[in-house]
């Protein structure tokens, strides 16, 4: 394995060490070194603080060391180590949070800083070593964000429960929402949604058994956190589910879940989804507080609610709120969690948020059928398809 991680310190949440390791293999990739191995250390402060007076005859802890196997004659033969990086985590926290910036990104500039001392840049020959050796650092995690980001399309789910309201509203069996379903991924959607809500106000038990059957795609089957739900859900087993809070008299669903406070309860729910193979989506507010839970809990995905951003008044506030979903959909990517989005998109704040790079799937329901019911379900979803960032 060409990355070797090795902790010797707990583990924040926030730091993937599979998405780390995926990182440092591209690093390597990108510095021409792929061939060759690096061992990583991560440890506590006192244990930095330990390293740095035995190898360094330096007091007190640093953020990042690197110990070459070949020092000062650049990249060793293939399939030889490089070398050691060994980073603090708790010196690397401290450093995010004064830049602003995720512990993972941080962790990832120190490896960079780690890596090219490794292959023999030193900032403390000279200053114009230490200015090469700071663009390179910088190109590398440009490099590195790009081409993780490139290429990764974004997904249309397509949610189509107003089609079950419209049939409810006359209480007959028109229009269908199985075969809305049908002509949605005809059109190219990747996916369906519909929400099994406890009051069934529109999806009923026999859409959810028919989807199961029919959908092509990918069946996503928002619903509350309730025994009865989780019954049905664990019995059709749909591809993925999406916990949203419920409540009866609300018009749609009116925020994101409180992951932080009900952290046991959806540990338990994900345990149970995850023995019947069904990943689990958690709708939550852009909020750090949230996603590090959501994280912990051990949920796949989070969606973000984009629906602050979708109604803001002003233009100001909708920078703000795009500001926020931005912010967090970077965070619980950073964090090894799938990035979903929705809620309120439409035709014309759609583009914005499809373009982030972190985001992997949009789910929409009400601007297609909307649209749906003057131009066609067809087009309506064509069109949405088409504001997406393709592949
Ligand atoms: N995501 C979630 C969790 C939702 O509850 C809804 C509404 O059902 C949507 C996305 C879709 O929202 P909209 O109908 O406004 O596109």
Redesign the pocket.
């Known amino acids: 394995m060409p990355a070797l991680i090795t902790s010797q310190t707990a583990m924040p949440p926030s730091i993937s060490l599979q998405h780390l390791r995926q990182r440092t293999e591209r690093l390597m990739r990108l510095c021409g070194c792929a061939e060759n191995e690096l061992s990583i250390l991560l440890v506590d402060d006192p244990g930095m603080a330990q390293l740095n007076e035995q190898y360094r005859n330096k007091k007190g802890p640093t953020n990042v060391l690197a110990f070459a196997m070949l020092e000062g004659e650049g990249i060793p033969p293939v399939a030889d180590l490089l070398g050691d990086v060994i980073i603090s985590l708790d010196t690397a926290s401290r450093e995010a949070l004064a830049d602003g910036v995720t512990l993972h990104q941080r962790v990832t500039i120190l490896l960079i800083h780690g890596l090219l001392h490794l292959l023999g840049l030193d900032h403390e020959r000279s200053r114009a070593e230490a200015k090469a050796m700071a663009d390179r650092e910088k190109q590398l995690l440009h490099q590195l964000l790009t081409e993780e980001r490139r290429g990764k399309m974004v997904s249309l789910a397509i ?1 189509v ?2 089609v079950a309201t419209l049939r409810q509203a006359r209480g007959i069996s028109e229009p269908d929402p199985v075969l809305a379903a049908g002509i949605c991924e005809l059109a190219g959607a990747q996916g369906i ?1 519909v ?1 099994l809500r406890e009051d069934r106000r529109h999806i009923q038990d026999r859409d959810v058994q028919l989807l199961r059957q029919t959908v092509k795609t990918k069946l996503n089957l ?1 619903m509350g956190a309730t025994e009865e739900i989780i019954g049905i859900a664990l019995e059709i087993k749909p591809d993925m589910i ?1 916990l ?1 809070p419920e409540k009866r008299k609300e018009l ?2 009116e925020g994101g879940l409180n992951v932080a406070g009900q952290k046991k309860k959806l540990q338990g729910v994900i345990a149970r989804m995850r023995t019947a193979k069904i990943p689990v989506s958690l ?1 939550i507010d852009p909020d750090s507080r949230q996603i590090n839970a959501a994280h912990e809990v051990g949920a796949t995905f989070v ?1 973000i ?1 984009t ?1 602050r951003y ?1 109604d803001a008044a002003t233009e100001a506030m909708r920078d703000k709120e795009f500001g926020l979903i931005a912010t967090a959909a970077e965070e619980a990517y950073e964090m090894g969690l799938r990035v979903n989005a ?4 439409n035709y014309l704040n759609t583009r914005r948020v499809a373009a982030l790079g972190t985001i992997e799937e949009l ?7 909307a649209r749906a019911i003057l131009v066609g379900l067809d087009q309506a979803v064509r069109e949405m398809l088409a504001l997406l960032p393709a592949g």
Do not use: K
């Open positions: 949610n429960d107003h949604v929400h928002e999406t949203v749609t669903t709708f969606e609610h629906g979708c929705g809620h309120g998109l789910s929409i329901g009400h601007a297609v059928m």
